[in-house]
């Protein structure tokens, strides 16, 4: 596989009447997006808004955060639209930097979090830095969660292909390629170097957590080797509502940090041979047979010296990490671990739910249930009552003056399991 990824950088988005892309200002067709997301009969209504860092401006609840991205021949988010599933990580994909569909609505299940483009909540999420164009959707009275869900997701993804496509004809982009050949060949050449392989642990819970590749759901896998280039061109998809903080959307599928920072590393101190997309799945047979699975792939056909195992949610699926983590490390595979921890509010509860003497080498993305105050924003783009359903937020979060105390599991992304996030712990 070879993949040409072209990167356009957004400095600016405005609405307008017209689609355009002129000196890294994208020009959003404002009737045309919404004639776009209402071709869905479920969709009775839809609003176009902007949140620019910086912005006195919350977006609550958030379901999906999706980079524009657009392939110059084939079709990104492979097997979500149309009847065909197209191949993907091949060919030329553009890329727009800077900016993003976020869906809003109201809620579809309690794990949907907030962004504040301003303010302290701005410092735990990668989204503040972003030039957001926010869709907020309401269903039809006869759509249940499930399909609500389906709707907000296909609606996100739509208008990220759509916004994408504007890139097309830009010639102003910075361009990076990625190979990926076959294993033999990729063993063969750094045969000096520790071959790491990357697995990744996706959602696959069902009740709204779930996590889609190719456009099949992933409680219909078992542990899948993918490429990188996948990743980029957008195989990997969110559908889920697990809590905010922790939760792994779109666009971090598609700047999959831990991808980035192994191909980074790749031919210099590393051999990165391969990914392994694993389910986190509910019932403890399922989890053996994973385990197993993604152990014996590491092992015995990528031939793994090292591994990363990044994590999404917590709870039950802290034993698929911490019980893959402990396979591979009596194979005798050196493997590191990302997790948050959920010591409570005080950071004096067991922060983990579960554990193995294995796990030596763990990377925290921080205690998720600190609190913070936040401050009154002059828009609210959203619902913002819904703070009282959303992990994070409880009956009592917005106060008689505005301000807004929440965990910092309610902000979308803010420790991020892929280590794509602000938020760390230290030794001291």
């Given at each position: 596989m070879e993949l040409e990824l072209r990167s356009i950088q957004i400095r600016d988005v405005v609405?307008?009447?017209?689609?355009?892309?002129?000196?890294?200002?994208?020009?959003?067709?404002?009737?045309?997006?919404?004639?776009?997301?209402?071709?869905?009969?479920?969709?009775?209504?839809?609003?176009?808004?902007?949140?620019?860092?910086?912005?006195?401006?919350?977006?609550?609840?958030?379901?999906?955060?999706?980079?524009?991205?657009?392939?110059?021949?084939?079709?990104?988010?492979?097997?979500?639209?149309?009847?065909?599933?197209?191949?993907?990580?091949?060919?030329?994909?553009?890329?727009?930097?800077?900016?993003?569909?976020?869906?809003?609505?109201?809620?579809?299940?309690?794990?949907?979090?907030?962004?504040?483009?301003?303010?302290?909540?701005?410092?735990?999420?990668?989204?503040?830095?972003?030039?957001?164009?926010?869709?907020?959707?309401?269903?039809?009275?006869?759509?249940?969660?499930?399909?609500?869900?389906?709707?907000?997701?296909?609606?996100?993804?739509?208008?990220a292909r759509w916004l994408g496509e504007i890139g097309l004809t830009c010639t102003d982009y910075e361009s990076a390629i990625y190979s990926w050949p076959t294993l033999a060949q990729r063993v063969a050449q750094y045969p000096e170097l520790p071959k790491v392989v990357y697995v990744c642990n996706c959602m696959a819970q069902g009740l709204l957590h779930d996590t889609y590749f190719y456009g099949r759901d992933a409680k219909q896998l078992v542990p899948t080797v993918v490429s990188p280039t996948e990743f980029f061109d957008g195989a990997v998809i969110s559908g889920n509502c697990v809590s905010p903080g922790s939760k792994t959307t779109t666009y971090h599928h598609l700047n999959n940090a831990v991808i980035n920072a192994l191909w980074a590393h790749h031919g210099k101190d590393l051999n990165f041979v391969g990914i392994i997309l694993n389910p986190l799945m509910v019932t403890l047979k399922e989890k053996q047979r994973d385990i197993m699975m993604t152990v014996r792939?590491?092992?015995?056909?990528?031939?793994?010296?090292?591994?990363?195992?990044?994590?999404?949610?917590?709870?039950?699926?802290?034993?698929?990490?911490?019980?893959?983590?402990?396979?591979?490390?009596?194979?005798?595979?050196?493997?590191?671990?990302?997790?948050?921890?959920?010591?409570?509010?005080?950071?004096?509860?067991?922060?983990?739910?579960?554990?193995?003497?294995?796990?030596?080498?763990?990377?925290s993305t921080g205690n998720s249930n600190a609190t913070i105050l936040l401050p009154k924003m002059d828009r609210v783009l959203g619902e913002l009552k819904e703070i009282e359903r959303v992990t994070g937020g409880n009956v009592d979060s917005i106060k008689s003056d505005g301000t807004l105390l929440v965990e910092i599991h309610g902000i979308m992304g803010g420790h991020n399991l892929q280590g794509n996030t602000y938020l760390s712990a230290t030794t001291i």
């Open positions: 609405l307008g009447e017209k689609n355009s892309l002129i000196d890294g200002v994208l020009t959003v067709d404002e009737a045309g997006l919404k004639n776009l997301i209402l071709e869905d009969p479920r969709i009775t209504a839809v609003k176009v808004d902007l949140a620019k860092p910086g912005d006195s401006c919350r977006i609550l609840p958030v379901k999906d955060v999706i980079e524009p991205r657009a392939k110059l021949e084939g079709d990104i988010f492979p097997g979500v639209f149309g009847t065909e599933v197209p191949v993907c990580g091949n060919g030329i994909t553009y890329a727009l930097k800077g900016c993003a569909v976020v869906t809003t609505g109201p809620i579809v299940g309690f794990q949907e979090g907030l962004i504040d483009m301003s303010g302290p909540a701005a410092q735990y999420t990668l989204f503040s830095k972003l030039n957001n164009v926010v869709l907020h959707l309401t269903k039809r009275e006869d759509v249940d969660p499930h399909e609500h869900e389906e709707v907000v997701r296909l609606a996100g993804l739509k208008a792939i590491a092992t015995e056909e990528l031939g793994a010296d090292a591994a990363i195992i990044s994590q999404e949610g917590f709870g039950n699926p802290t034993t698929d990490l911490m019980h893959v983590c402990r396979g591979l490390e009596q194979h005798g595979v050196k493997t590191v671990i990302i997790t948050n921890e959920d010591a409570g509010t005080d950071g004096m509860s067991e922060s983990l739910p579960d554990v193995v003497t294995e796990a030596n080498a763990i990377i």
